[in-house]
């Protein structure tokens, strides 16, 4: 990528001690911004900021609308400013609607759903004196459904829906805040490891999952970070309310 592409930019990324977060965190290291990771893995957080210079690291509980209030104003008062944050924090639980417990779909949207809300509230405070963009990860699973991952569905569903009404409400006050959804596919990070893992036949669940991809891998955290990167660049100044799908062709069958 074009060097310089953030810079001068300040970006907070939730979710940022691993996976996609802490690969968008380092691409957007790369591209000059400052950069603050947010995680509720306090130790993997300062393992992340230790290993990659100049990643400033804040505890976050996604879930908590008061930890976001806390986040934020860290990040506000050591760089001055946020123009951009990037709501990667996300779980993966199993269960249809027959067996998904009460307190997996409560988790599930705890984080999945209410702290993309909490980002975004917190990140349209921050941002509307002067633009932005906030970026939310959603799924292939936001688009199309899955038999046995109920709240997964739902969740990611709704972060597709609010992140358009945050895109309309942001443009009709006159923000100049853009807010968009990210939709990948399975992408090798230690979540799709750890599921694969835990599955009764590992290999096989593999490849059945990677068969339904016509591009037959999955994603590296790194090709989700250069989107994420362009939706937080000026580049994609005219894109708002879009879901951008990087699925490896899944949907398009």
Sequence with gaps: MTQGRLAGKTILISGGASGIGLATARRALTQGAHVAIGDIDAAAGERAARETPGLHFVRLDVTSDASWAAAVDDVRTRFRRIDGVVNSAGIFLI???????????????????????????????AMKHHGGSIVNMSSVSGIVGGHNVLAYNSSKGA????????????????????????????????????????????????????????????????EIADLIVYLLSD?????TGAEMVIDGGLTAQ
């Design 95 to 125: 269960g249809d609607i027959e067996t998904c417990s009460d307190e997996d779909w409560r988790k599930t949207h705890a984080v999945n759903l209410d702290g993309v809300f909490y980002g975004c509230r917190h990140a349209v405070r």
């Design 159 to 222: 972060v597709r829906m609010l992140s358009k009404s945050i895109a309309l409400h942001c443009a009709r006050k006159g923000y100049k805040i853009r807010c968009n959804s990210v939709h990948p596919t399975f992408v090798d990070t230690p979540m799709f490891r750890d599921t694969i893992d835990h599955a009764r036949e590992p290999e096989r669940i593999r490849a059945a999952l990677l068969a339904q991809v016509p591009l037959g891998r999955p994603a590296a955290p790194e």
């Design 235 to 239: 580049e994609s100044a005219f894109v």
